[in-house]
């Protein structure tokens, strides 16, 4: 197809490539000050902040907190971009947002909050656009009709007020940036990219200030740092590059920001690719999700910050794009596939990542899913019977899209009102969708304690820097010049690739193995390898001196630069074996943390050891990359 066809068959498909899966630095105001609360929730007992442990999300006492959510959206924006902006047909389901969530000119906050609670759910997760964060036009009265304490407010400062009526109400919330511009996204809409309509330098700019206006309220727990990351006309993102389409690069840029400069306690929550290629049979396309993790995993600053989330409709398909019509191709739906099959599909696009003992072990969370009370099709509700059966089975961190709704335009909606703020929906006897969803609630979960277990992190210098110690950064630039690694805190380099520039990090069985304090050696020749200690003849050895383990390393093209080593807080093993890796993998039989350097020779030491140094050669015709590593018992 030419040029010309293409853009014109893009620009046409794009309302029908409109998935409902999400249906989604100027001076911003001052938050409100808290409302009084009024009623004490069950949902109190849970502790802020939130943390991971291995595929679980937990409070601060270290008790399994599940997130049962929901999506309350219009913040994100709801005009369709056709047709006159203040026409309640140009936008969603007839439902003009005003750039607020939901629902307030329908009935008070108050209401609203208690039928939340009605369903079971413990937490929100609330769209914005980037838009919304700039705007100065306070809404018109009529968006906030029920609620006329807000009045005059800009959209932002309604949000301020809906996020602090929630957390006062017990609600864990997720900030969610949804959309750049305010304008119902999915398909090709200005919203595809973190980019699309701004700089990632700005949209970077916007989490901080958003993260930072919510810092002292503990219960907003979470940034969802982009919705559904999807093709352009003319470019897909990638998930490694390293260009300016790269959402793995842009994720760890943004997640880096937020919990160093805005709020260390946030969870940090990364979708999948939702949409590459043109859904055209016989052309490339795919719904990548987060399979990706498998080979390229994020690690930031805190290990114990990030989650992954994955959107599923019945109406999309692992390679369908959820178009009818034009822009429809004969890949199977989710809603076409057998039960057997769709767990498969589940399982291989997203829940593999909750696997324990992996580089890209985390929670997962499902972040939007959701169906119409008035389906009548037998496939699409076998489907919702089969993924709330899953998600129950499985213990899955989920919310639903949307929660609120006007009666009459959006029948997807949990929860939908009138004009008089009468509620119908999910609540009531006759919605077909009660049975999975009382299901989905009420399925037995793990609760309590749950004790802390290895983690595993992946290192990456493909493109540049990865130091995600803060203690190392504050001891600024140890390798100028040279793309340079290290664990975060409290985590030891463990394994290496010979090529590439991938390592590996845990706590595995010693835990935080540092001295207090940022003394750290930069390690860039053999001074510290004793005499008669050559436990890698002909090679270049860069050993950490007697008491110090490595915790990061630098390369200059493939050649090893430097060892960064730290002191141990306690007494380590002095003995140590060689393992080489230049010829071919030298892992322990079924180590932990997977291929992390996928397609390459790797060295890893077991766990209970630490590298104690790193060889290399730069004999002509060899990999300059690190090709043997000593690794010494992590106890004398």
Known sequence: MSTFRLV????????????????????????????????????????????????????????RFRLRSANW??????????????????????????????????APLPALLADFHALGINSIRLPFSNEMIHSTTPVPDTAVTANPQLRGKTPLQVYDAVVAALTQDGFAVVLNNHTNTSRWCCGIDGNERWNSSQSTQQWADDWVFMAHRYAADSRVVGADLYNEVRRDVWDDPNWGSGDGHDWF???????????TEANPNLLIIVEGINWTGV?????????????????????????????????FYGYTGPRHSGATGLGETHDARYQDLTRDQLYQVL????????TEGQHYTAPVWISEFGIGAGETGTAARTWFGNITDYFADHDTDFAYWPLVGWEGHDDWALLRYDSAGRRYGILDQGDWRGTAWNHLMTSASRTGYIAPT????????????????????????????????????????????????????????????????NAQTVVTDER????????????????????????????????????????????????????????????????????????????????DEYIAGIAFTTRLGSSPGPAALLCSPVRP
């Open 8 to 63: 014109q068959y893009l620009t046409a498909t794009a309302t029908v490539l409109t998935l409902l899966a999400t249906t989604p630095t100027a001076l911003a105001a001052t938050p409100e000050p808290p409302a009084t609360r009024t009623s004490i929730s069950a949902a109190d007992t849970w502790q802020p902040p939130l943390s991971t442990r291995g595929r679980y999300i937990v409070d601060a006492q270290g008790n």
């Open 73 to 106: 959206d219009g913040a994100q924006g709801s005009w369709t971009g056709s047709g006159s902006v203040t026409d309640p047909a140009s936008h969603h389901a007839g439902q003009n947002s005003y750039g607020i969530p939901l629902g307030l000119d329908r």
């Open 249 to 259: 690069a842009a994720a760890q840029l943004a997640a880096d920001r937020i919990l």
């Open 279 to 311: 859904p055209v049979d016989g052309l490339p396309h795919d719904r990548p999700t987060l399979t990706p993790v498998r080979t390229l995993s994020h690690t930031l600053v805190d290990a114990h910050k990030l989650v992954y989330s994955a959107h």
């Open 347 to 354: 399982a291989d696009q997203a829940f593999f990542v909750t």
């Open 454 to 517: 290895a983690t595993w992190r992946m290192l990456t210098t493909d493109h540049g820097d990865q130091v995600q110690s803060l203690r190392v950064r504050a001891g600024g630039d140890w390798d100028s010049g040279a793309h340079k690694a290290a664990c975060p805190d409290g985590l030891r380099l463990i394994g290496l690739s010979h090529t590439a520039g991938r390592g590996l990090c845990t706590d595995a069985t010693a835990g935080d193995l540092r001295a207090p304090g």
């Open 528 to 607: 510290y390898v004793p005499a008669g200690g050559d436990w890698a003849g002909g090679y270049t050895k860069l050993q950490c001196p007697a008491g110090q383990f490595v915790i990061g390393y630098s390369r200059r093209g493939e050649r090893v630069s430097a060892a960064l080593c730290a002191s141990a807080g306690s007494a380590l093993g002095r003995t140590g074996r060689t393992v080489w890796f230049d010829r071919s993998d030298n892992r322990p039989a079924g180590a932990a943390g997977g291929d992390f350097a996928y397609g390459n020779y790797k060295g890893q030491c077991a766990a």
